[in-house]
């Protein structure tokens, strides 16, 4: 027996483990200081009473002999998928039931999708990244070649004509950098993709902190992404599901490559290694699709991105650069005298007691960069950066 070796390539994620430690340390040396945590990157407000009265009478249910549900379809029962189906149509976009696939989140899907490509395909990632991505493809023994987001392309990286890809990963609204790719980028990028019989793997999760109408939150509004486009969206952060897992997967029918069908065998691969999501789950999740959910879910949302306001006023004030704050609950800002992140980590927490996220742990050209989250409360989040703004004004 040979275990695989691609597993001794992972980095070890020290990230959180190492911010964790700090700030133990800083509490146990300083225990009157109030630690306030803009490093989150869970949702914080509890489920809506539309979900709520949703899963509840889910589960009486689930209770009767005349409703009780044992195995459901693997790809997601249909009052769901057409929940779904008609909200992509606010966004003119027409699926077919069959393309959508409903899963326990996004990132098993992203970790998942890699059964259906060969392992010597070659796989595009932008730098910084959520690193699912590389350490899934890390996993499977794929030769990862990285594209810089950086300053000078607003963290917003476009295809290189001269590189020669298979699969390309796009997170828009971008963790961690907060930044929304346009439909013109995403067009280059749909272009690169078809020249290149590539697929384009497109996580959405954060969608519904688009504000800005003309900023696509499907890549299925512009033309030809369904015959390049794989898109990836979960309620964790659009419905605060982080607990409670339900995510979907758009596989368009036009996908066929090698004469294989992608649809047809994601729905093979689901139906041999998937047993699907819980009905009470699936019910819940069908209630933010409706007119009280979308209503709900909205007030929180917009909780949020009062305190991403709040964030990103406080730099304007004190000019200091920053992506995202806009259309995304994440705020990505230069370090001040670009510093490396982990020295302005360590300046935030043993002066002011607010706790980030060190960009290095995204990527290289994180190093001088430093994320904010909009996850935690108004108030405290006032704090944080009434101490921030006294700190470097
Ligand atoms: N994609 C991105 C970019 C994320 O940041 C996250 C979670 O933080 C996920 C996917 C995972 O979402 P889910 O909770 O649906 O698995």
Redesign the pocket.
Same mark, same amino acid.
């Given at each position: 027996m040979n275990t695989n070796q691609n597993y001794k390539n992972l980095n070890e994620s020290y990230l959180f483990s190492t911010i964790a430690k700090k700030v133990n340390d800083f509490t146990s040396q300083n225990p009157d200081t109030e630690i306030i945590k803009l490093g989150i990157?869970d949702v914080t407000l509890p489920l809506c009473s539309a979900v709520i009265e949703a899963l509840h009478s889910a589960v009486d249910e689930m209770g009767e002999k005349e409703t009780f549900k044992g195995y459901g379809p693997e790809q997601g029962y249909d009052f769901l998928k057409s929940a779904i189906q008609n909200y992509y149509k606010t966004n003119n976009v027409n699926l077919d039931l069959n393309e959508i696939f409903i899963s326990d989140?996004?990132? *098993?899907d992203?970790g998942n999708i890699l059964d259906l490509f060969d392992k010597d395909n070659t796989v595009i990632v932008p730098d910084p990244v @959520?690193p699912?991505y590389v350490d899934t493809n890390i996993m499977a023994g794929r030769n990862i070649i990285y594209t810089d987001a950086n300053e000078n392309n607003n963290f917003l990286p476009l295809p290189d004509l001269s590189v020669k890809a298979d699969l390309i990963y796009i997170?828009s609204p971008n963790?961690p950098t907060g930044a929304v790719y346009n439909k013109e980028q995403l067009k280059q990028w749909i272009d690169y993709a078809i020249k290149n019989n590539a697929v384009i793997l497109f996580?959405a999760? @954060?969608e519904s902190f688009i504000d800005d109408n003309n900023l696509p939150k499907s890549i299925y509004e512009i033309e030809n992404a369904k015959k390049c486009a794989i898109e990836?969206c *979960?309620? *964790?952060?659009t419905a605060g599901?982080?607990g409670t897992?339900c995510?979907y997967t758009i596989v368009p029918n036009a996908l066929n490559f090698n004469g294989m069908s992608l649809n047809k065998m994601w729905l093979r691969r689901q139906t041999t290694k998937f047993n699907g999501v819980p009905y009470i789950v699936q019910k819940g999740a069908a209630a933010v699709f409706t007119q009280d959910g979308q209503k709900q879910i909205q007030e929180n949302l917009n909780y949020y991105k009062q305190n991403a306001k709040v964030i990103s006023n406080t730099l304007d004030k004190l000019n200091i650069k920053y992506t995202g704050g806009k259309n995304s609950p994440y705020i990505w800002l230069k370090c001040p005298n670009n510093m490396n992140s982990w020295d302005f980590f360590d300046i935030l927490l043993n002066k002011i007691g607010v706790v980030g996220t060190p960009g290095a742990g995204f990527g290289k050209n994180g190093n001088n960069w430093f994320r904010l989250t909009s996850f935690n409360t108004y108030e405290k989040t006032q704090e944080a950066m009434k101490r921030f703004y006294n700190l470097f004004k």
């Open positions: 990157g989140g996004a990132k *098993s992203l @959520y699912v997170c963790n996580d999760a @954060y990836f *979960s309620l *964790s952060k599901f982080t897992r995510g």
